[in-house]
């Protein structure tokens, strides 16, 4: 916690000087990667990319670790930032500003995530965060709910089912346990939250995935296509980690500890749910 | 049931009848009394349990459950007062 809270301190400089710092981050952190809590083993990421080399998969352990400390670093810009400089560092939106609702954005942690939030003031239309912190919003078109306290879940589910049948889209992480749905992930499986494919469920919308993804010292959001709606929410959850495991065969540099050591992934690939369950409406 | 002839014990039925389709360990309605609550120390539903059978007690009744969800930690005799005809 106490080095978290450093690098957020050092967020400020990440603002007035992001080219300098993130360099020095990309050259002076790798090195210290065993020392590191977040990184993982080269070996982990030739269990689920078999066809990379040593050299490269090792390549992929040390960017994911400097990748991950430049992220909080970012996060502390994103603190430090009342006045919105932030948003310099966002190269594309992904067409958020385009986007039409009602959706479901689900994206996991990954990448430069404190551009998500600038990404998201583009959003046209109203829009619902459901997030585990409790900072309100600053922007009167969205609306925050923590999941954080008690009865709170109930609360930001309610609220978002009601967004989303009155034609807003709602955004919410995918990441966050405890209750989840393991689905197929390259040679294993892999737990997802819940919350965005019941969300799917019951007001009948589409899942759009969205990740962050660095692109030198800035970054930008991805959107994938349109995924249902999902009558069942283990058919959604399916489909959203098939993109996501699609995008992270393309860009292997952005993979991270939760999607690569067994620690995290959740034991053997399951079955595929049946053919009649497959069969359910998607749209 | 027609809501105005609704009666409390024929709300508490359905609401009963609704929270059991989400409990993992099999009941009987006469099992769930009015001060059991929902949540971990009673029935064990998760929030997304507890918002569904509001969100059907909403359908069928047309009662928003916003105040419901303000208040303290949810017991049976809640949902069932908050849906009854006052």
């Given at each position: 916690?106490?080095?978290?809270?450093?690098?957020?301190?050092?967020?400020?400089?990440?603002?007035?000087?992001?080219?300098?710092?993130?360099?020095?981050?990309?050259?002076?952190?790798?090195?210290?990667?065993?020392?590191?809590?977040?990184?993982?083993?080269?070996?982990?990421?030739?269990?689920?990319?078999?066809?990379?080399?040593?050299?490269?998969?090792?390549?992929?352990?040390?960017?994911?670790?400097?990748?991950?400390?430049?992220?909080?670093?970012?996060?502390?810009a994103a603190m430090h930032d009342p006045g919105g400089r932030i948003q310099e560092l966002l190269v594309d939106d992904g067409g958020l500003s385009e986007l039409e609702g009602p959706v479901v954005l689900a994206f996991p942690h990954l990448g430069p995530m404190a551009l998500v939030r600038p990404a998201l003031w583009r959003v046209r239309g109203e829009l619902v965060v459901v997030q585990l912190n409790d900072a309100p919003s600053?922007?009167?078109?969205?609306?925050?709910?923590?999941?954080?306290?008690?009865?709170?879940?109930?609360r930001a589910l309610y609220a978002a089912v009601g967004a989303l049948r009155s034609g807003r889209s709602v955004a919410i992480a995918t990441d966050s346990p405890p209750r989840t749905l393991v689905v197929p992930w390259?040679?294993?499986?892999?737990?997802?939250?819940?919350?965005?494919?019941?969300?799917?469920?019951?007001?009948?919308?589409?899942?759009?995935?969205?990740?962050?993804?660095?692109?030198?010292?800035?970054?930008?959001?991805?959107?994938?296509?349109?995924?249902?709606?999902?009558?069942?929410?283990?058919?959604?959850?399916?489909?959203?980690?098939?993109?996501?495991?699609?995008?992270?065969?393309?860009?292997?540099?952005?993979?991270?500890?939760?999607?690569?050591?067994?620690?995290?992934?959740?034991?053997?690939?399951?079955?595929?749910?049946?053919?009649?369950?497959?069969?359910?409406?998607?749209? | 049931?027609?809501?105005?002839?609704?009666?409390?014990?024929?709300?508490?039925?359905?609401?009963?009848?609704?929270?059991?389709?989400?409990?993992?360990?099999?009941?009987?309605?006469?099992?769930?009394?009015?001060?059991?609550?929902?949540?971990?120390?009673?029935?064990?539903?998760?929030?997304?349990?507890?918002?569904?059978?509001?969100?059907?007690?909403?359908?069928?009744?047309?009662?928003?459950?916003?105040?419901?969800?303000?208040?303290?930690?949810?017991?049976?005799?809640?949902?069932?007062?908050?849906?009854?005809?006052?």
């Amino acid at each position: 916690v106490s080095s978290r809270a450093a690098l957020h301190a050092l967020g400020g400089l990440t603002i007035r000087a992001p080219r300098l710092v993130h360099g020095a981050a990309g050259v002076l952190v790798p090195p210290l990667r065993r020392f590191g809590r977040s990184s993982f083993a080269p070996e982990h990421v030739r269990e689920l990319l078999p066809e990379l080399s040593p050299a490269q998969a090792r390549r992929i352990a040390r960017r994911s670790w400097a990748d991950h400390v430049r992220a909080h670093l970012l996060h502390g810009a994103a603190m430090h930032d009342p006045g919105g400089r932030i948003q310099e560092l966002l190269v594309d939106d992904g067409g958020l500003s385009e986007l039409e609702g009602p959706v479901v954005l689900a994206f996991p942690h990954l990448g430069p995530m404190a551009l998500v939030r600038p990404a998201l003031w583009r959003v046209r239309g109203e829009l619902v965060v459901v997030q585990l912190n409790d900072a309100p919003s600053e922007f009167p078109h969205i609306t925050t709910y923590t999941t954080r306290g008690e009865g709170a879940s109930t609360r930001a589910l309610y609220a978002a089912v009601g967004a989303l049948r009155s034609g807003r889209s709602v955004a919410i992480a995918t990441d966050s346990p405890p209750r989840t749905l393991v689905v197929p992930w390259f040679a294993r499986s892999v737990a997802f939250a819940r919350g965005a494919f019941v969300l799917s469920r019951l007001a009948k919308v589409p899942i759009v995935p969205m990740v962050a993804r660095w692109e030198g010292h800035r970054g930008r959001v991805v959107l994938g296509p349109r995924l249902g709606p999902f009558a069942d929410e283990r058919e959604g959850a399916e489909a959203y980690g098939a993109w996501l495991e699609g995008y992270l065969r393309e860009a292997p540099t952005e993979l991270i500890r939760r999607f690569v050591d067994p620690a995290f992934t959740a034991g053997p690939r399951p079955a595929a749910a049946p053919a009649a369950a497959r069969a359910a409406p998607s749209r | 049931v027609p809501n105005a002839a609704r009666t409390r014990a024929e709300t508490g039925k359905v609401v009963r009848e609704l929270l059991l389709e989400h409990v993992e360990t099999p009941l009987d309605a006469d099992e769930l009394g009015d001060e059991l609550p929902l949540g971990d120390d009673g029935l064990g539903l998760d929030s997304i349990a507890v918002v569904e059978v509001l969100l059907a007690c909403e359908e069928r009744w047309d009662v928003s459950p916003v105040d419901l969800i303000e208040g303290p930690p949810l017991r049976i005799g809640d949902v069932v007062d908050h849906f009854a005809p006052a």
